[in-house]
C-alpha cells in the first residue's frame, strides 16, 4: 500500500454490521497482496491473500477486492464481530524487488458492541 | 518450532546500552524480514534478507542499526547506543522464496525499552 505514514486511520462499526478496510497501492507492477490482522500484543497473521489476475476472492466472512485500474485493494468483514477489533494491514509483492513484500500503513479496526 | 521465534520477548535496557534481538526463522524459509512498530503505528521496514542476495538495508534508520543473518537462518538485530526513539517492538518475518507469491510469517516481536 501507499506509504503515507506510520499514524493509523481508525474504522469504528457496530457488531454485526460489515466492515470494510481499504488500501492503495503504488506499484502497477505487483501482482500479489495479503491483508493481514495484527491482534494486541501479537505479530500480523495472514487473513487472505489475491494474485493480479483476480478481482474477487473470499473467505470464511472476509473478501477482498482487487481493483488494478486504480490500484486499490479492499478487505470487507461480513457481520463484524468484537473479536475482528485488530489492526489491518495491507501487503504488496513488489515485482522487481526479489520477492520482498511491502506493507502498507494500516487502519485500526474498532468494534463497537 | 513451527513458527518464527524472537527473543528474548522483552528487553528493558539503558540509554548508550548495546542491544542484540534475535530471530529464528520457519526452517526453510529463504526470505527474512525486520519491522519497527512503535506504539499504536504501523510497520516501519529496517531490512529484508533474501538467500544469498546482498540485503536491502534502505530501512534502517541510522548506522547504530545493522543486522546479520549467518548460514541462511538466524538473524540478529543489534543497535549501538540506545536512545529512547528507539524503544518499540522489533518483529521479523519468514517466507519461502520458491516462487514470488508468498506470505510472510511474522514471530511475535520483540518489545524493546530504552529507559
Known amino acids: 500500500g501507499e506509504s503515507v505514514g506510520l499514524h493509523l486511520p481508525t474504522l469504528s462499526v457496530q457488531e454485526g454490521d460489515n466492515s470494510i478496510i481499504n488500501c492503495a497501492y503504488s506499484?502497477?507492477?505487483?501482482?500479489?497482496f495479503i491483508w493481514y490482522k495484527q491482534e494486541s500484543g501479537k505479530g500480523p497473521q495472514f487473513i487472505i491473500d489475491i494474485r493480479s489476475n483476480m478481482d474477487k476472492r473470499q473467505g470464511q466472512r472476509v473478501t477482498v477486492l482487487l481493483n488494478k485500474t486504480v490500484k486499490h485493494l479492499s478487505l470487507q468483514i461480513a457481520a463484524t464481530q468484537p473479536g475482528d477489533s485488530a489492526v489491518y494491514f495491507c501487503?504488496?509483492?513488489?515485482?522487481?524487488?526479489?520477492?520482498?513484500?511491502?506493507f502498507g500503513g494500516g487502519t485500526r479496526l474498532m468494534v463497537k458492541p | 518450532g513451527a513458527g518464527v521465534s524472537q527473543s528474548p520477548s522483552n528487553k528493558v535496557t539503558e540509554k548508550g546500552k548495546d542491544v542484540e534481538l534475535r530471530c529464528d526463522p520457519i526452517?526453510?524459509?529463504?526470505?527474512l524480514y525486520w519491522y519497527r512498530q512503535s506504539l499504536g503505528q504501523g510497520l516501519e521496514f529496517l531490512i529484508y534478507?533474501?538467500?544469498?542476495?546482498?540485503?536491502?538495508k534502505s530501512g534502517l534508520p541510522s548506522d547504530r542499526f545493522s543486522a546479520e543473518r549467518t548460514g541462511g537462518s538466524v538473524s540478529t538485530l543489534t543497535i549501538q547506543r540506545t536512545q529512547q526513539e528507539d524503544s518499540a517492538v522489533y518483529l521479523c518475518?519468514?517466507?519461502?522464496?520458491?516462487?514470488?507469491?508468498?506470505?510472510?510469517?511474522f514471530g511475535q516481536g520483540t518489545r524493546l525499552t530504552v529507559v
Open positions: 506499484n502497477s507492477a505487483s501482482d500479489y
Open positions: 518475518a519468514s517466507s519461502l522464496s520458491r516462487g514470488r507469491n508468498t506470505e510472510a510469517f
Open positions: 501487503a504488496e509483492n513488489l515485482f522487481n524487488a526479489g520477492n520482498m513484500l511491502t
Open positions: 534478507f533474501q538467500g544469498n542476495s546482498a540485503p536491502d
Open positions: 526452517s526453510g524459509h529463504t526470505a
